[in-house]
Every structure is written in structure tokens, then in C-alpha cells.
């Protein structure tokens, strides 16, 4: 049983690009949520998704950044325009039910 | 609001002592709380759960914790620290709304 995937591993993008992080959530896991972590600090919750619908979203910064987690394929996390503070680690977690969440390796974008 | 405070950022000790990392919480209910691992560049592993079972939680490598409603308290401990034990802990809890709140961590140092 595959764990939580996510790539890419490493994203580089330049300030003003997309960055596109994909997670494909342990098999018959239907709850996916994203997290972020900044250098020296814990992760900070961003937004939880089931199958095709965005069910909390409270940790996700109004603008540029958006997710989603379509019936079929990995679940989708977009940040429009990237900017040097977006460089951070990206989780991905998903769950079968409301219980314990496990991780994926995560996507470490840098902004340059 | 459930918050996590994990008292040190970092932690030395040396091969084969005591290992505490401490984490305090506060939750106005029953709380599921968490400690997980993190690898350099890896994703978070969970170590162990608390979920109003048993206030002694057994784990994962040989860690466990230890519930303490008076204390709110979720202290991990290992006997004896292995040079594999050298990663970054966090302590988490998970709140009404079902997201995982994360402490800040505390870098495990072992020295030879």
C-alpha cells in the first residue's frame, strides 16, 4: 500500500510564475489536507478537501492560491504569481475518515 | 481555540540517556493529540496518538507519551536515545474542526 505521494519533490519557480503541487492521497483515502511550513516553524494548516469539494479553506491566503481535489487524479494545489514568500514545504496529508492523518513527503518550492 | 506549545526548540542529549520533549495544550474538550517525526527533507511520521484510550501511549522506535489532564500535559520520552533518534518532533492536537494544530517543534540533537 503506497504511501501519500506528492511531487514534484523540489519546484524552483521565478517571482510572477505558477507552481502546480500535486498529492495523490493513500489508496482509499478520501480526505486530503494541505499544510504549509515555513523555515523553523511547525505546520500551518491551509486547507482540507474531500472528492470535488473544498470543505475548509480558513488557512488559505484570499488571493493567488487556490486547490482542488477532482473525482479523478491527484488532488491540486495552485499558487498563481509566486512571490519570495511562498518559498516553504507543502504537505499533503490525507485521511479515510476524520481520524489520524498521514503524510506525504512534501514539495519544497523556492521562489527566486 | 486548541493551541500546542512545545517547550525548547532544540534539545541535546547525549547516546543511550533520557529522551523529554515536552508539549503542554490547551483544548476545551477531550483532545486527539499527536506526536509526529520529522526526517531532514521528509515528510512528518506519526510516532504515536492520544485518544482518550489510555493515558500511556505507546509508540512507535520506542518512544511514548504520557496524558496528563491536570498537567495538560503530552509529554514524549524514550529510555535510552539513539543516534537514529536525531530528527524534529512536533507535538499537535487535532481541534473541533477536525484540522491538526501544530507546535513549533524541537530539533532532537544526540551527541556521541
Known amino acids: 500500500n503506497a504511501g501519500v505521494m506528492q511531487n514534484p519533490r523540489h519546484l524552483v519557480r521565478r517571482r510572477g510564475q505558477e507552481a502546480r503541487l500535486r498529492c495523490s492521497p493513500m489508496?482509499?483515502?478520501?480526505?486530503v489536507y494541505w499544510y504549509r511550513q515555513l523555515p523553523e516553524e511547525g505546520l500551518k494548516f491551509m486547507v482540507y478537501?474531500?472528492?470535488?469539494?473544498?470543505?475548509?479553506e480558513s488557512g488559505m491566503p484570499k488571493e493567488r492560491f487556490s486547490a482542488e481535489f477532482p473525482k479523478e487524479g491527484p488532488s491540486i494545489l495552485r499558487i498563481q504569481q509566486v512571490v519570495r514568500g511562498d518559498s516553504a514545504a507543502y504537505f499533503c496529508?490525507?485521511?479515510?475518515?476524520?481520524?489520524?492523518?498521514?503524510f506525504g513527503p512534501g514539495t519544497r518550492l523556492l521562489v527566486l | 481555540a486548541q493551541s500546542v506549545t512545545q517547550l525548547g526548540s532544540h534539545v541535546s542529549v547525549s547516546e543511550g540517556a533520557l529522551v523529554l520533549l515536552r508539549c503542554n495544550y490547551s483544548?476545551?474538550?477531550?483532545?486527539?493529540l499527536f506526536w509526529y517525526v520529522q526526517y531532514p527533507n521528509q515528510g512528518l511520521q506519526l510516532l504515536l496518538k492520544?485518544?482518550?484510550?489510555?493515558?500511556l501511549v505507546k509508540g512507535i522506535n520506542g518512544f511514548e507519551a504520557e496524558f496528563k489532564k491536570s498537567e495538560t500535559s503530552f509529554h514524549l520520552t524514550k529510555p535510552s536515545a539513539h543516534m537514529s533518534d536525531a530528527a524534529e518532533y512536533f507535538c499537535?492536537?487535532?481541534?473541533?474542526?477536525?484540522?491538526?494544530?501544530f507546535g513549533k517543534g524541537t530539533r532532537l540533537h544526540i551527541l556521541p
Open positions: 489508496k482509499g483515502h478520501s480526505h
Open positions: 478537501l474531500q472528492k470535488e469539494n473544498i470543505i475548509d
Open positions: 483544548s476545551s474538550v477531550p483532545p486527539y
Open positions: 499537535a492536537v487535532r481541534n473541533r474542526d477536525d484540522k491538526i494544530i
Open positions: 492520544y485518544t482518550s484510550a489510555a493515558t
Open positions: 496529508a490525507s485521511s479515510p475518515s476524520k481520524e489520524t492523518q498521514y
